[in-house]
């Protein structure tokens, strides 16, 4: 069995159970399908344990879908579609799938009203990348199959993708820092990279570890820092930012507790104190197509 070889964080399994995939790979009493759910709140903690006072790992957002391995005192185990994350929710969170979403929010954020009427209470507020099932467009609003209206501006198609997944990253400069945490409310280093790459169709993991080692191609970076360009992404041990240039990094950090831009030699230099320096830099395939200081 190969149980210490599969990350827990992207695999479903338990002593007790595991997903019907694995079987034949980790250790479990039985092995489950896991049935198809979505994700029915604007956005909700996902928990490695189902306490409600542990820290959560990552967020899911409304229509995201799910498969659920387990229901127990409220909570389900889960996984998501998105990026294979594992863990626990509040059962009360999940709705029945009904089909697939054709559109997201592209705004970095918007409103679900009850009503075609930008007056009427909202019913929540919705972040960049929510999935949509939009069933009609009339006049400046799109009805949604799971109910509600969201203002057309603010939505695209499911095939329509950001140019530049800087530019999304840039245009959450401000946000909150937010241990775990994947929305405009707040956010923290890994997130906005996944959040951003998303927006532009670039697959990303959840993590700032998977993501040094799956997204892109290693650069040699000299001790000058010198050769780095627009989305080069910076890894530190947990941690990750994104260049904006040859010497300016955006990055949602613990230290200002928000997103922000600053120079490059300035984080390297204040988390150099912290006993921490560049474990690497990697080029994101749509940049990769130069050549220089890579391997």
């Known amino acids: 069995m190969e149980d210490n070889r599969l990350d827990p964080r992207r695999h479903a399994y338990r002593p007790d159970l595991a997903d019907e995939k694995l079987q034949g790979k980790v250790e479990a009493e039985r092995f489950v ?3 198809l759910r979505r994700v029915r709140r604007a956005s909700i903690a ?15 957002l409304f229509g995201e879908t799910v498969r659920v391995f387990d229901e127990q005192e409220g909570w389900a185990w889960l996984q998501a579609d998105r990026d294979a994350y594992v863990g626990y929710v509040p059962t009360d969170a999940l709705d029945e799938y009904h089909q697939p979403a054709t559109h997201r929010v592209s705004a ?9 009427d930008m007056k009427s209470p909202p019913l929540m507020h919705l972040s960049i990348n929510t999935p ?6 009339q006049d400046r609003f799109c009805r949604l199959a799971t109910g509600g209206y969201v203002v057309a501006r603010h939505v ?3 095939t329509k993708v950001a140019r530049d997944f800087v530019d ?4 959450l400069i401000g946000v909150p820092y937010l241990w775990g945490g994947r929305t405009r409310i707040g956010v923290d280093c890994s997130g906005l990279v996944q959040l951003a790459m998303e927006a532009a169709g670039m697959q990303c993991p959840r993590d700032s570890d998977m993501q040094a080692g799956e997204v892109g191609d290693t650069l040699l970076v000299p001790d000058s820092l010198d050769g780095m360009k627009r989305g080069d992404l910076v890894f530190w041990p947990g941690h990750v930012g994104i260049m904006i240039d040859g010497m300016m990094l955006l990055h949602a950090n613990a230290h200002h507790m928000a997103v922000v831009v600053e120079p490059l030699s300035v984080a390297v230099s204040r988390i150099q104190k912290t006993g921490s320096d560049i474990r690497t830099v990697k080029r994101p395939p749509a ?9």
């Not at 970095?108 to 075609?116: D, H, P, Q, S, V």
């Not at 999304?168 to 245009?171: G, P, Q």
């Open 168 to 171: 999304v990253a840039e245009r």
């Open 46 to 60: 996902l928990r490695r344990e189902p306490v409600s006072t542990l820290v959560f790992e990552t967020e899911l």
């Open 108 to 116: 970095i954020g918007t409103f679900l009203y009850g009503a075609a």
């Open 156 to 158: 695209t198609a499911q």
């Open 33 to 35: 399908p896991g049935a």
């Open 132 to 137: 949509l099932v939009v069933e009609a467009t």
């Open 287 to 295: 940049l990769s197509s130069d050549p220089v200081g890579t391997n």
